[in-house]
């Protein structure tokens, strides 16, 4: 099977790896860049000393840079989406680390089981306002630190038509509301994917197939839980 993915390109090469011992076709087409603002994150770090939350591996990421300057928070508790950010985490050093496995909403009541208070959340920009808007019904006292900004990397005429040239893709993931926007924003993408086309559209959340155009919302599945596994598990 032909697979699209649309996801920023460092994190699209590991789930190409997948897909291939999956037995599938990967084609990459990267729809968003990260740009790093590792200083943001160095400042808010030195200015908290509670626990940290991140809704993205993305966050994980920024904070790699810093070298020594992460040290001393290595042994605050981490609270992250999904069991891939935490281990990536846990792989930075960071020695304290709990996952939940939904979303932002579900983030925030494991924070709140845990008593947690005076939370550092490292977002970046544009993001779903899910997990915030829950830490404030459950009364849990916050900061941000917008540390990255997710940028619209829109592929030329070239590298679309490479993508296709083999024939269309059986199959699109989608693990962005932003990146599926993006999409069909592309003119030359929407127009590869016209009514009728056997092509399916898998979407990590709700939120992101509700930015499908309705005429393909028969080709649209969504994946049992917001990860990658469960949204490869749709293949």
């Known amino acids: 099977m032909r697979v699209l993915v649309t996801r920023p390109a460092h994190s699209a090469t590991r789930t190409a790896q997948r897909l291939r011992d999956m037995g ?3 084609l990459l087409l990267p729809l968003r860049q990260p740009v790093h603002d590792s200083a943001a994150a160095a400042a808010a770090l030195a200015a908290t000393g509670g626990a ?29 989406v999904g069991e891939t950010t935490a281990e990536e985490a846990k792989s930075l050093g960071f020695r304290s680390v709990a996952a ?30 899910t997990f915030e808007a829950r830490l404030g019904e459950l009364g849990i006292r916050f900061s941000v630190a917008e540390c990255y900004r997710m940028q619209p990397a829109a592929p030329g005429r070239a590298e679309i038509e490479a993508i296709f040239a083999g024939g269309r893709p059986d199959a699109v993931l989608f693990y962005s509301r932003q990146t599926a926007e993006d999409f069909f924003g592309l003119e030359q993408l929407r127009l ?6 056997a092509i399916r559209l898998l979407c990590l959340s709700e939120a992101v197939a509700d930015a499908i155009p309705p005429v393909l919302k028969n080709t649209v599945a969504v994946a049992p839980m917001p990860d990658e596994i469960s949204l490869l598990s749709l293949l």
């Open 24 to 26: 599938h076709e990967p």
């Open 52 to 80: 940290i939350a991140v809704t993205s591996a993305e966050a994980i990421r920024v904070v790699s840079a810093l070298g020594e300057q992460l040290h001393p928070h290595l042994g605050r508790p981490l609270f992250a």
């Open 100 to 129: 939940s496995q939904g979303n932002g909403r579900d983030l925030a009541d494991l924070i709140a089981a845990q008593g947690a208070d005076g939370l550092l959340y490292l977002a970046g920009m544009p993001r779903a306002e």
């Open 192 to 197: 590869a994917l016209p009514e009728g086309a």
